[in-house]
């Protein structure tokens, strides 16, 4: 697997799974009928910020991630990062190679540390991901996240020192 900037020619390739991931409602704060150029605008990032596409060997795109700071100002020092694998391959370590990436890129860009603003506590696979790569829950907004099928569900803060 390689990680990559993205490049423009990716974006038919994030589109479908990125839509189906939002739309399912169960993992994002977005809008669950967000249109592909809103999305395209708020996931494909601008320089200094990143974003980039984890591909196989054949070119297929398995997953993406946008890395950015967290905060502006005196907060700026803070990045966060946001990820999304195609349901086709998942639990091949994607998620995890593009967490150890943006966790990389933040370090060498010169944060002090990652936040993560909104994680549902529901997302089982992220939190135990993000837990065992050193973040740690800050704390957790009660019932502020309104997931499709559990109803209402806590969002976690999670952060970690780079």
Not at 49 to 64: E, F, M, S, Y
Not at 135 to 161: A, C, D, Q, S, W
Request: hydrophobic share 40%; with cysteine.
């Amino acid at each position: 697997m390689l990680i990559r900037e993205t490049v423009t020619e990716d974006w038919p390739a994030i589109w479908p799974f990125f839509h189906d991931i939002v739309a399912a409602g169960e993992t994002f704060t977005y809008p669950v009928q967000l249109g592909e150029e809103d999305g395209r605008a708020w996931w494909l990032l601008k320089e200094p910020n990143r974003t980039v596409v984890a591909v196989a060997d054949d070119g297929t795109v398995l997953g993406t991630a946008k890395m950015n700071n967290n905060h502006m100002g005196n907060g700026a020092h803070i990045a966060s990062a946001s990820y999304m694998v195609d349901p086709k391959h998942s639990g091949r370590g994607v998620g995890r190679a593009l967490c150890e990436y943006t966790l990389e890129w933040a370090r060498a860009a010169g944060f002090r540390a990652m936040q993560f603003n909104a994680v549902v506590e529901t997302n089982t696979y992220a939190v135990r991901l993000y837990r065992s790569l050193g973040f740690e829950i800050l704390g957790t907004l009660p019932e502020g996240f309104n997931h499709p099928r559990k109803g209402f569900v806590g969002l976690h803060i999670m952060y970690r020192p780079l």
